[in-house]
Every structure is written in C-alpha cells, then in structure tokens.
C-alpha cells in the first residue's frame, strides 16, 4: 500500500514549494476572470456553458503563463482541444476543471469513475489513455484538480476546492488526493525534519502492486455480487 | 550687562548638538564649561564668551558666520511632511527637519550666484485634505507625467526627474531607521524640497520614497500644519496612492499585467523598477484582483521570505541628486568662489555638508588650484637659429 505521506513525500521532493504558492493565486484568478467575462458578454441566456468553457481555457491558459516551470501546450487526442503539461523534475502535472459534485473517489467506485472518465477524455485524453506513454517516460502524473462550484450557487468566482491527485497509471483511481491547503502545510511542517524521499522506481513498483491487489479486490467483489 | 558673542544663534547651537547626537553635558566637557551654560545658550539667556565660542566651532567644525547669522524666517509656516513608521521618534524627526532647512538654507545661499532650473510642478490648489479623492489623485499623476514629457512608460531615474522640474533634491544619512524622507514647500523661493533618508533603503524603496514625497508636493501645497497634525495617515495614504500612480500608469500598467501573480510582478520588477509590494498594492487599487487574492499574494509573499527583502533589491544603484552638486562644482570650475570660500559661506559641517550637496567626500577639502601663471620659452628669430647652431662640415672624399 503506498501511503499518502509517501506520495507527499516524493512531490516535495521534486517540486519547489513555490509552484503550489502561484498555483493557489493564479487559479482563483482564472475564476473570478471567467465569471466577469461571462456576466459582461451574457444577458438573456445561462451563463454555466460558457463559464465552464472559459473556466477551462482560463485555467490552461494560467498554467501556460507559468514561464518559469516550463509549461508545453498539447493538443489531446482526439483532437480538438489544448492542454498544458508542465514537467518538474520526475512529476508530470496537468490542470483539470471538474463539474461539481463530481468528486476524485477511490478505486471501490470505478464504475462511477469510468463515466466520470469518459467526460473528462476529451479535454485530457493523455492522462487517462496515455499510460504506456507515461511509464515509458519513468514519470509519476500529478494532476491538479479544480472544483467548480455548483452553478446554483452564488459566488461563482472561486473554486470550491483545488486538490493535488495521482491518478493510477491505467486512469482507473486514484492513489492519493489532497486538497492544496494541505499539501502546503506538509511543505511547512517538514521544513526542519526533511526525511529522504523515496525513489522514483521503488515508488512506481509500489503504486503498481497496489493497483493490480485493487483490482483483484474489486473482482472479486464483482463475483460476488 | 550681558557679554560674549554678539548675535550668537542659539536656535543653530541646539540643531548642531542633535545632529551630532550628544548630550548638553557631553558638550559641555568638550568646550569645558558647565553643562548649565550649554542650557543658557541653547535657550538664549547666555551667549557664550568669545574663546568658547571659538572651541564651539572647533568642536562642530562649522564656520564662525555660520553659528552667528540670522536664521532666514518665513512668515508663512508650511508643513514638513514625513514618510516614516509610526515609531519613529520625535528626535528623528526634528533631525530630518533641520537637514532640510539646512538644505533649504544651502540652496538660498547658492541661487545668490546660480539660476536654479524654474519650478514646474502642477500642484492641486485644495487645502482640505478629506475631499480629496482617488481619481484627482490618479489625475494629478498624470497631470504630472504629462507637464514633463514621460509618457506612459517606466521612469528610468525618478530624483532626476524631480531635479528637472525644478526640486531641490539630497540624500543624506540620519541615524535612524525608521525615516524615509521628508519634504517641503519653502515659501522663500516657492521651491519644494525633498530630503530622502538613505539609512537603511535600498534603489528600490528610494525611488519609491522620492515619488512619495512629490505626492505631498503635488497634493499637499495648500494643506495647513493643523490638518498634517490632524490627519496623517490619510495624508500618507494619499501620497502613497500617488507615489503608486506616478510610478506605474494606470493605462500602461495593466497592459502588462495579465495574471498577477509573484513571479509574474518580479519578471516585471527590472522594468518598472517597483518592489513586487508596491505592485500587489497596485493591482489592488486598479481592481485587477479583489480582496481575497491580495490576502493569498500577500501571504505567498511572506511564505517566500520577501517581507525582509525581495529578490533583486540589491541589483539597483541609488539614484543619486545631482543639482546642488552641480551647482557647487559650477561655482568651483567658474572661479566665482573658491572652495574655502564656500565652505566659509556654507558654514555646517563638512561631513554634513558634502552629503547635502551630494558630493564626494572630501570635495571641500580638496586644495583650491593654485594660480599657475603662464610662462613660455621666448621663441628666437630665425637668423639666431641660424647662426648658433654649428653646422656639420663635410668632408672632402680622399682621392685614391
């Protein structure tokens, strides 16, 4: 079992601190932005299509801005869309906007998460479907995930919540989520102590074991049922 | 009957001792009487007798005049606007005063000789402060980058730009950490004066400090002692937002800015030469970000280290005042007065001096050119020449 500390662990240990700091001002940002530009340019009709579609280009957009870390601008497959991938050091991290309530669950909810897969694929087609790419390449993805409020709800100009995921190397789970608040207190917290990461194979071997004892659990319980 | 020094500033001798930073009875070890005359003469019921006053002199290193002439009173009392923290003493203030009254005092002295560049400073002719608002401010910024031809662009040398519009700018050290700057309109010669407090800031924060101080030029020429008493902090936060405008136009600004964040405004910083602070507060004022990014920028900021210090403060030179140099040394290559001749006339002391008038130190002790009287070899006719030089005699082949 790969513990959550592990995985903090091993992004602190290749991530600056610094990055989550922009991250954390830039992504509300790309809310407040998108809300204002959909109440100036919409009067007769429902803003939550096109706040959405901001919301999505606005948050890619941000991460492309990052000039610092290097951002790459992809196109997904199938075509159609741009995506920023930013590489630091052994992590891969990508940005995704999240229709509310649809939350990051374990792998016991795989068959909800499929669906919730299967909405996502067209904006972030490599995440889910790349996974040869993404071992191949020896980098553990990150993905940061950002969830938009309930359209019903009032204040539309900052996210609900931004939380830190990786997602199991065949897309079906997730092994650790964390919301951004978190992450950045473990940044704090493990100033002074600073325990040596683990590495990036053994880390690997470890997410995969898990993934595969996951299934097995999940299989059987489908037998079962 | 009362004797001594006859027309000995008493008012002069307390500014020299706080300058100096010592006690009446330090003093009065020094020029070896009792710490009650010091008392006497700074309050004006004693002057001191002649050899006294010579061992005053000595002590401060100021010129005889200069401790006995008449301190130039203005009927109008215009108000000294500091920029400091709330904690900076009393003292540190009268300090920052008197250097500016001196400065004020040098700068009389020098246009007796000298034309000053004229004064071009648009200026708000309101003197309640309260009704001044936002927009007039941003106004008046502009006003200003317009009356001096900068456009809409970074400004690469703000002191400067103060010099050409005619105020009298110095930079000098005061001792104490919590003063910034201090400015002044003097009712003399209708000129505004700046002193900038060069302790403990960097190129970064003078400039800012310097924009400053033109905010309470440009927005506080009518504004009454009472009402500076009154109401600080606003008049503070008036010329901040100024110092804010001037530096960084609105319309130009944020063209550049897309998404505020602290690298972003540091990638920005060699450029606009602002900290990183003043553009967070910039973008604060100008509603590109609402509360809550401001409180996340300011708190990333500290989580970064930056409250002791940014990245790249130190990669600014000062900008350093140049007019009251120039004008000294003009004087000095003119030959209207020589350099003893203006310290005499300069009267303060010479390490106080120099850092007034922003020039090296030890300008004044330099030895004045001596008076090389032009000589030149006599030039000799053309037949001298011809007669005294030998001349070669050849020789006649041998025949063989």
């Known amino acids: ?225 | 009957m009362r004797t001594g020094v006859a027309g000995f500033q008493s008012e002069r001798l307390k500014q020299l001792r706080l300058t100096f930073g010592i006690t009446q009875t330090a003093l009065a070890e020094m020029v070896g009487r009792a710490s009650g005359n010091i008392s006497k003469w700074e309050n004006g019921v004693q002057v001191p007798e002649a050899d006294a006053f010579q061992r005053l002199c000595e002590v401060f290193g100021v010129s005889e005049n200069w401790l006995l002439e008449e301190q130039i009173v203005t009927n109008e009392d215009t108000p000294f606007f500091f920029r400091s923290q709330v904690s900076a003493t009393a003292n540190a203030r009268e300090l920052a005063e008197v250097r500016l009254e001196w400065l004020q005092d040098i700068s009389y002295k020098l246009q007796e000789s000298l034309e000053f560049v004229a004064v071009n400073v648009p200026h708000l002719e309101e003197s309640n402060c309260l009704v001044i608002s936002d927009e007039e401010i941003e106004r008046m910024a502009s006003e200003c980058r317009q009356a001096w031809g900068l456009g809409t662009a970074p400004i690469p040398n703000v002191v400067q730009t103060l010099e050409n519009a005619g105020i009298v700018c110095t930079r000098t050290t005061l001792g104490h950490l919590k003063m910034d700057g201090v400015s002044n309109w003097h009712e003399l010669d209708q000129r505004p004066y700046v002193l900038l407090v060069a302790d403990k800031a960097n190129g970064i924060r003078n400039r800012f400090d310097a924009a400053h101080e033109l905010g309470h030029i440009v927005l506080h020429r009518h504004v009454s002692k009472e009402q500076y008493e009154s109401n600080y902090d606003l008049l503070e936060s008036q010329a901040h937002r100024f110092a804010s405008a001037f530096l960084m136009p609105a319309e130009s600004f944020l063209r550049e800015i897309r998404w505020p964040t602290l690298d972003t405004l540091l990638a920005l910083k060699p450029r606009w030469k602002v900290s990183v602070a003043a553009m967070v507060r910039r973008c604060k004022d100008l509603e590109i970000i609402n509360e809550t990014t401001t409180t996340r920028l300011w708190k990333a900021r500290s989580a970064r280290g930056w409250v002791k210090g940014e990245p790249m403060d130190a990669d600014f030179d000062f900008e350093r005042p140049q007019l009251i140099a120039r004008g000294v040394k003009m004087l000095v290559e003119h030959k209207v007065l020589s350099r003893s001749q203006l310290r005499q006339l300069l009267g303060l002391p010479l390490p106080t001096l120099e850092s007034l008038c922003s020039l090296d130190k030890g300008y004044f002790t330099l030895p004045d050119q001596s008076q090389v009287i032009d000589m030149q070899l006599r030039k000799r006719t053309a037949r001298d020449t011809f007669f005294s030089e030998a001349a070669e005699v050849l020789g006649f082949p041998s025949k063989k």
């Open chain 1, 1 to 225: 079992m790969v513990t959550k500390e592990e995985i903090q662990d091993f992004i602190r240990a290749q991530v600056d601190r610094e990055f989550f700091d922009e991250l954390g001002v830039l992504i509300p940002q790309t809310f407040q932005k998108a809300a204002k530009e959909v109440e100036d340019l919409l009067i007769h009709t429902p803003p939550e299509d096109l706040r959405g579609h901001l919301r999505h280009s606005l948050v890619q957009e941000a991460l492309a801005g990052m000039k610092r870390w290097n951002p790459i601008i992809k196109a997904t497959d199938p075509k159609g869309h741009n995506y920023v991938l930013l590489e630091l050091g052994k992590m891969r991290v990508t940005a995704v906007v999240l229709p509310w309530q649809k939350e990051i669950r374990t792998a016991k909810h795989r068959n909800e998460l499929k669906t919730l897969n299967e909405s996502l694929s067209s904006i972030q087609m490599d995440w889910i479907d790349g996974l040869k790419h993404t071992v191949t390449e020896q980098l553990i993805h990150a993905l940061v995930v950002v969830h938009a409020p309930s359209p019903r709800f009032a204040d539309q100009s900052e996210p609900v919540a931004i939380m830190m995921a990786v997602p199991y190397f065949n897309g079906n789970g997730f092994h650790m989520d964390c919301t951004f608040e978190e992450l950045l207190q473990s940044y704090s917290d493990n100033q002074a102590t600073d325990p040596k990461p683990i590495e990036l194979v053994k880390l690997r071997d470890k997410m995969r074991r898990a993934e595969i004892v996951e299934d097995q659990i999940d299989d059987e319980q489908k037998t079962k049922g």
